[in-house]
């Protein structure tokens, strides 16, 4: 029985490798915005240590350069914290270009992937009908041969019927 070759196996290799390429970059952006939220974690807890800091300096004598120290300070983290938030959003929106671009992949692989099955059956039926058509051929011989030993193996008596 002949091998199955798919005729557009490169193409769907291809397609594989396209399909492929959109998962990394999809997983790298997921990485992106994961290690934004830390960022933003990190910068909740800073200020959270800021506030109680400050609220425990302002017992007892203030000094004014700390208090504008903490202000800014806090203002930078608040600052921060926005650009961290505009850095995810861009992200999330990129997430969804990605997540669009790996389906229109998976779309094309599967595409592919159902043309090879369609394929595959049709070859297989092919195949099944020439093995039968072998069989078919066989089997005719095969009585063929059988019926010319039949006829081989019988007594002549169709001359000796004559005579009498």
Known sequence: MAKFKFRFDAILRLRENERDAARASLAEAYEALRQIEIRREQLAAERKSLEAASSQRRVGSLSIDRLLSD??????????????????????????????????????????????????????????????????????????????????????????????
């Open 71 to 164: 202000g800014r300070y806090e203002r930078q983290l608040a600052f921060d914290d926005s650009q961290a938030l505009a850095a995810a959003e861009k992200i999330e929106a990129e997430l969804m270009r990605r997540q669009a671009v790996l389906a229109a992949a998976n779309a094309s692989v599967r595409q592919m992937e159902l043309l090879r099955e369609k394929e595959i059956a049709a070859w297989s039926q092919t195949q099944a009908k020439i093995e039968q058509a072998t069989l078919d051929e066989v089997a005719s011989r095969g009585r063929r041969t059988h019926a010319a030993l039949f006829e081989a193996m019988q007594p002549e008596s169709h001359g000796t019927e004559k005579m009498s």
